[in-house]
C-alpha cells in the first residue's frame, strides 16, 4: 500500500527559495494524481494543484498560479512544492495528498502525508 | 475560485444528529456531483470521510452521509460519538482538474 512520507520542517528568511518534498513509497505512482494543500496556523485548507507524474500534467488553483510550482521526480517517486521567492504570508503546513482512483483528475485526496511546516521570517 | 462557505461551528450531545452545510455556486457544488468530506482532528492530517457526494471508503463509519441539493451539499453525522469532536471540510471539483475547499466546521460534542 502506498504511503507518503514528506520532508521535515523548514525555517526560511522571505525572498529565500524553498522546495519541499512528498516521497510516494508503493507502486502504480505514475498512474495517480497527487496534489499539495495549504493550511496556515488556525486556518483551513486550501488546495493549491496537482500533479500526474505520467506525463507531469500540472493543474494550479487560479490562487497559487504563478506563486509556486509543482513538480516531479519519477526516477524517486517523488513530488515537489518549491517557492522562488518566499514571503511571510506563505507560512503554512503543508500537506501532499494522492487522489483516490488511478488517473481520475476529478477526485478526492485519500492518501495523506503527514505534513510539512514552513516557517518564514523577516 | 472562491471557498465554498461552511458554518464555523455546529454542535451536538452524545447520540444526536447535526448537519453541516457546504454552499458553492453552479460552477462547483451545482455543476458536479463530486463534493467530498475531510475530518481532521488537531494536529492532524485531513481525513476523507465521503467522495463523490455519498461514498464512504472502506472503514468509514456509515454514521457519516452526505447529501446535495442544488448548490448546496450537506453532511449529516449520526449517533454523535466524543470522537466526532473535529474539524470538517468540504470540498467540491471546479473543472478543468481544479478543486476547493470549504471555510471549515468546528463541530463540538458537548
Known amino acids: 500500500e502506498m504511503q507518503l512520507v514528506q520532508s521535515g520542517a523548514e525555517v526560511r528568511k522571505t525572498g529565500d527559495s524553498l522546495k519541499i518534498s512528498c516521497e510516494a513509497a508503493?507502486?502504480?505512482?505514475?498512474?495517480?494524481?497527487f496534489g499539495w494543500v495549504r493550511q496556515v496556523p488556525g486556518k483551513g485548507l486550501e488546495w493549491m494543484g496537482i500533479i500526474y507524474p505520467g506525463d507531469s500534467d500540472t493543474r494550479y488553483s487560479p490562487s497559487f498560479a504563478g506563486q509556486v510550482t509543482i513538480s516531479v521526480d519519477k526516477s524517486v517517486k517523488t513530488v515537489y512544492l518549491q517557492w522562488s521567492s518566499l514571503k511571510a504570508s506563505d507560512a503554512a503546513v503543508y500537506y501532499c495528498?494522492?487522489?483516490?482512483?488511478?488517473?481520475?483528475?476529478?477526485?478526492?485526496?485519500?492518501?495523506w502525508g503527514q505534513g510539512t511546516v514552513v516557517t518564514v521570517s523577516s | 475560485q472562491s471557498a465554498l462557505t461552511q458554518p464555523a461551528s455546529v454542535s451536538g450531545s452524545p447520540g444526536q444528529s447535526i448537519t453541516i452545510s457546504c454552499t458553492g455556486t453552479t460552477s462547483d457544488v451545482g455543476n458536479y456531483n463530486l463534493v467530498s468530506w475531510y475530518q481532521q482532528h488537531p494536529g492532524k492530517a485531513p481525513k476523507l470521510i465521503i467522495f463523490?457526494?455519498?461514498d464512504r471508503p472502506s472503514g468509514v463509519s456509515n454514521r457519516f452521509s452526505g447529501s446535495k441539493s442544488g448548490n448546496t451539499a450537506s453532511l449529516t453525522i449520526s449517533g454523535l460519538q466524543g470522537e466526532d469532536d473535529a474539524d470538517y471540510y468540504c470540498?467540491?471539483?471546479?473543472?478543468?482538474?481544479?478543486?476547493?475547499f470549504g471555510t471549515g466546521t468546528k463541530v463540538t460534542v458537548l
Open positions: 495528498a494522492r487522489h483516490r482512483n488511478l488517473a481520475a483528475v476529478d477526485d478526492a485526496f485519500e492518501l
Open positions: 463523490r457526494g455519498n
Open positions: 508503493g507502486y502504480n505512482f505514475n498512474n495517480y494524481w
Open positions: 470540498s467540491s471539483y471546479a473543472g478543468s482538474g481544479i478543486s476547493v
